[in-house]
C-alpha cells in the first residue's frame, strides 16, 4: 500500500507561470512533509518541508500548503524559470519513523 | 556537491558477477542509508545504520549484502543479482536516525543487470 502518493508522473509549465505539483497522503499519523528535488544523473536534495501544524510554509520561490482534512499536499513555484525543470519527490515521516516517497513528478518548464 | 560520494556511477554487471557500491560521507553525520529508485516507483529503503550498527533491513534479499565498517562509510556487495533489480541505488546519510528529513543524497549508481 502506498502511502504517499503523487498522481501526475509529469507536468509542463511556461516559464514566468505557475507551477503547482501535488502529492496525497493516507496515513493522517504523518506529521512532517518534505519536497525534495533530483537533476539527472545527482542524488535528489532538500527543497522545502511544513510541519503538521502549519498549513502553508514559504521560502521565496516555493511554497508548500498542506491540507489535513484532504490529505493533500502541493508545492507551488512562481515565477518558475527553465532551472526548475527536475524531478520532485513528496515525502513524509511520522515521528522518527523512515521517511516514505511518492514515485515523483518530471516538472519541465518551457522557455 | 552534497558531502555525500558515491562509486561507482555506472555499472553493468551480470547475474553471475560480485560486485561492489561504495558510499562516502563527509559531513560527520552517524547515520547511514541505502535507497533504490526503479523507474517511476518512490524510492525504496534498503537498509539504514546508525553508529555503524545496522537498525533496519527493509525485507531486502540477501543478494544485496551492507557493510558498515565506521559512520563514514556504507559498502552494499552485490552478487548473483537479477534483472528486476537494475535501478539507481542512492546512499544519504543524516546526523541521526531520528533526524531523516535531513537527509543528505549522493549522486547515485546506476546498476544494470545483465
Known amino acids: 500500500d502506498q502511502q504517499v502518493k503523487q498522481n501526475s508522473p509529469s507536468l509542463s509549465v511556461q516559464e514566468g507561470r505557475i507551477s503547482i505539483l501535488n502529492c496525497d497522503y493516507t496515513?493522517?499519523?504523518?506529521?512532517?512533509f518534505l519536497w525534495y528535488k533530483k537533476y539527472p544523473a545527482e542524488g535528489p536534495t532538500f527543497l522545502i518541508s511544513i510541519s503538521s501544524i502549519k498549513d502553508k510554509n514559504e521560502d521565496g520561490r516555493f511554497t508548500v500548503f498542506l491540507n489535513k482534512s484532504a490529505k493533500h499536499l502541493s508545492l507551488h513555484i512562481v515565477p518558475s524559470q527553465p532551472g526548475d525543470s527536475a524531478v520532485y519527490f513528496c515525502?513524509?515521516?511520522?515521528?522518527?519513523?523512515?521517511?516514505?516517497f511518492g514515485q515523483g513528478t518530471r516538472l519541465t518548464i518551457n522557455p | 556537491e552534497t558531502g555525500v560520494t558515491q562509486t561507482p556511477r555506472h555499472l553493468v554487471m551480470g547475474m553471475t558477477n560480485k560486485k561492489s557500491l561504495k558510499c562516502e560521507q563527509h559531513l560527520g553525520h552517524n547515520a547511514m542509508y541505502w535507497y533504490k529508485q526503479s523507474a517511476k516507483k518512490p524510492l525504496e529503503l534498503m537498509f539504514v545504520y546508525n553508529f555503524k550498527e545496522q537498525t533496519e533491513n527493509n525485507s531486502v534479499p540477501s543478494r544485496f549484502s551492507p557493510e558498515c565498517p565506521n559512520s563514514s562509510h556504507l559498502f552494499l556487495h552485490l552478487h548473483t543479482l537479477q534483472p528486476e533489480d537494475s535501478a539507481l541505488y542512492l546512499c544519504?546519510?543524516?546526523?541521526?536516525?531520528?533526524?531523516?528529513?535531513?537527509?543528505?543524497f549522493g549522486s547515485g549508481t546506476q546498476l544494470s543487470v545483465l
Open positions: 544519504a546519510s543524516s546526523p541521526w536516525t531520528g533526524s531523516n528529513e535531513k537527509l543528505f
Open positions: 515525502a513524509a515521516i511520522q515521528g522518527a519513523q523512515k521517511l516514505v
Open positions: 496515513n493522517s499519523m504523518f506529521d512532517y
